[in-house]
Nanobody, 128 residues
Framework: VQLQASGGGQVQAGASLRLSCAGS????????MAWFRQPPGKEREFVAG????????IYADSVKGRFTISRDNVKNTAYLHLINLKPEDTAVYYC??????????????????????WGQGTLVTVSS
């Protein structure tokens, strides 16, 4: 499966954005999906994940209450809605997907090594 991330941009603190991650090549309806981000000079970090069915959603503590992950399996797309953006949210945002095995029970992993498919990244820059 190929992933295409889009929706990044340069915004002021307090603004909102919606990132999209469009899958192609095959349906992602059986895939757990997630968003990670990599701030300048730092390691890639988990932001949010959503299980294949949409029933299980998890967030990093730093974005809880501000970011919302969702998916539309008909459109083969996952989304990340970001509100009340802060300068520390500045990063390249990556979407990721991995076929969800039964043993995972639909819980998306928090570690990047568990994801086999990655989008190219979309840059979010938040100025104060």
């Amino acid at each position: 499966v190929q992933l295409q991330a889009s929706g990044g941009g340069q915004v002021q603190a307090g603004a909102s954005l919606r990132l999209s991650c469009a899958g192609s090549g095959r349906t992602v309806s059986s895939y757990d999906m997630a968003w990670f981000r990599q701030p300048p000079g730092k390691e890639r970090e988990f932001v949010a994940g959503i299980g294949w069915s949409g029933d299980t959603i998890i967030y990093a503590d730093s974005v809880k209450g501000r970011f919302t992950i969702s998916r539309d399996n008909v459109k083969n797309t996952a989304y990340l809605h970001l509100i009340n953006l802060k300068p520390e949210d500045t990063a390249v945002y990556y979407c990721a997907a991995d076929y969800s095995p039964r043993t995972r029970y639909g819980v998306p992993p928090r570690v990047p090594q568990e994801y086999a498919h990655w989008g190219q990244g979309t840059l979010v820059t938040v100025s104060s």
